[in-house]
């Protein structure tokens, strides 16, 4: 039987764990059925510091007492300051790495993966978070190799996944791991899971940090957020800020992670998005509405960043469309769940 450690962290995302509970009960209720024994001895975790002795039906055991485990779970935070997360979580962080020395592979689930880097276990591994979290864990843990884009990754017994959704494509691919391709694919079935989920870039939303206490960023980042749609280069942009070029790039990228180039860059694509969801102006028109002057570069840019052509992202996420008469009305377009 496969030993599944499930750490419960404070202040973690309480659907995060009912999920990974539900999708791997589930599993064990499978074999039931085929009068096979349960494939996964789920266990469940808790700090030093973290009394909860009963978590559902399940009794909780101590992170210091417990065996080698063969797979352990990291589920997400919840809303709130990850730092402030991660600070109450640092007990938990000798345990992880004990676990991975002694051979145990470990997998984090959405912001949980800003546990794993806190303990340096996705030093020089390719990693993914949520995609609106992923700056934060580039800039604060440089050396992750970074695949914001990726909705699952695995690297030297290490796995990590996108955001929300994401987490079910991880489950799916552990479960495939160390159950087979029946079980993985009874289990997509019955949580209407879509399995063929490549990227994750295109739910991702631009939300740049404004609280960081550097006034000069502050106003290049204003500067910037108010004349985006001009076509202005990021020198004229910045060129009346009262510090050099080279401190403003060094000031910005400490403060929110990237530069003002892409900063700029990001914003544009922001605002494009916008407007091919909320809108029905053309490619051509959402382009020079967004600061840029040259449709073939404006399509690379946007599918670099989306991973969609405008044209996609519009069939994707548009709230409008027109009939066949011309007259707009208004259609609620289906969110894929997977």
Known sequence: MIQLGLLITH???????????????SVNIFC???????VFDIKLFVPENHSVPFYGSYITHPIQLADKQDIVLVPAFGAGDLEVSIAKNQ????WLRAQYQQGAEIASFCTGAFLLASAGLLNGKEATT????AIS???????IIMRSDAVVTEDKGIFTSGGATSSFHLMLYLIQRYCGRDLTLRTAKMFAIDMDREQQTYFGTFSPRQNHGDGLVNMAQQKIEKEYQEGST??????DIPASRRNVVRRFKQAIGVTPIEYLQRTRIEAAKKLLEQTDQSVLEVMLNSGYNDLKSFRQLFKKSTG????EYRDKFNVFRLDTGGAEKRVLRTIPLS
């Open 11 to 25: 202040r973690h995302r309480l659907l995060s764990v009912a999920a990974l509970l539900d999708v791997f009960e």
């Open 32 to 38: 039931e059925r085929d009068n096979q024994p349960p």
């Open 91 to 94: 007990a938990c962080i000798p």
């Open 130 to 133: 949520h995609i609106d979290a």
């Open 137 to 143: 864990l580039a800039s604060n843990f440089p050396e």
């Open 234 to 239: 990021i020198e004229t942009l910045i060129q």
């Open 308 to 311: 969609l052509t405008p044209k």
